[in-house]
């Protein structure tokens, strides 16, 4: 909508995303999550949080850049602006790291083992869907939950818009058995849980991502998975 008169008009919603995140306890606690510790001569050390403020820096020009380039094609709300393509991407770029483990993949391929493990017995009361869930753990999914469910429970979540969480969203697929393989870099592993599986659903259909079939086979059965294709602008994320 035309954002017209009113207390937030020079507040883009995409503004606000950016900022809501910056504000989240959630992303502060980026900054005990180290990326890079090569043990160098002064103080400085690389968490995930510089690490997501520079990925949003850079993730901010090139959403600009594109957006230029896509204003010039005509077609898009007169309201729309180049910098709101570069930030949707910014915003996108901050919460990219937000629902990682602790030592990144290897955190991931900790929590799994320990599901496949001594773990298991608290899987019983689970769907085997759910189950699949914790036992292909996926930071990237947990980081859907996190922006959309765990952090400010009451809202819930911190209400980002469709365009910045299907922006944010690398996998946009729900999990599958362990085995389980998919085409493409975009479908390798999953986005979202279980329990955010129809949100995700309303999220893409907003957005209008395309579905794509996806029927595997496992064992005797075959299961028909969501899957969608990924975002545009995901792809300015992930580079």
């Not at 869930?133 to 999914?141: C, I, K, V, Y």
């Not at 765990?150 to 969480?165: E, I, V, W, Y």
């Not at 393989?181 to 955010?196: L, V």
């Amino acid at each position: 909508k035309d954002r017209g008169p009113g207390p937030e008009r020079d507040r883009t919603p995409f503004q606000r995303d950016y900022d809501r995140l910056v504000f989240s306890s959630a992303f502060k606690r980026l900054h005990d999550k180290t990326q890079v510790f090569p043990l160098p001569e002064n103080d400085l050390v690389h968490s995930r949080l510089t690490h997501s403020l520079e990925v949003a820096c850079v993730g901010r020009s090139l959403g600009t850049v594109v957006g230029q380039k896509i204003l010039a094609r005509g077609g898009l709300p007169a309201w729309c602006s180049a910098r709101d393509f570069g930030d949707i991407v910014a915003a996108a770029c901050l919460a990219h790291d937000i629902g990682n483990p602790p030592f990144g993949h290897s955190g991931e391929d900790t929590i799994q083992s320990w599901f496949l493990g001594s773990g298991h017995a608290y899987l019983g009361d689970l769907s085997e869907a759910e189950q699949c869930d914790l036992l292909s753990f996926e930071g990237n999914a947990q980081g859907f939950r996190i922006l959309t469910r765990l952090q400010m429970p009451a809202n819930p979540g911190l209400k980002l818009t469709c365009s910045t969480l299907a922006a944010f969203t690398k996998y946009p697929r729900a999990s599958a058995p362990r085995g389980v393989r998919f085409d493409g870099n975009s479908a390798k592993k999953h986005g979202y849980h279980q329990a955010e599986r129809e949100f995700f659903a309303d999220v893409a259909d907003r957005v209008g991502l395309l579905p794509v079939p996806k029927t595997v086979h496992h064992g005797s059965r075959s299961i028909s998975l969501p899957h969608w294709t990924r975002h545009p602008l995901a792809f300015l994320v992930e580079a």
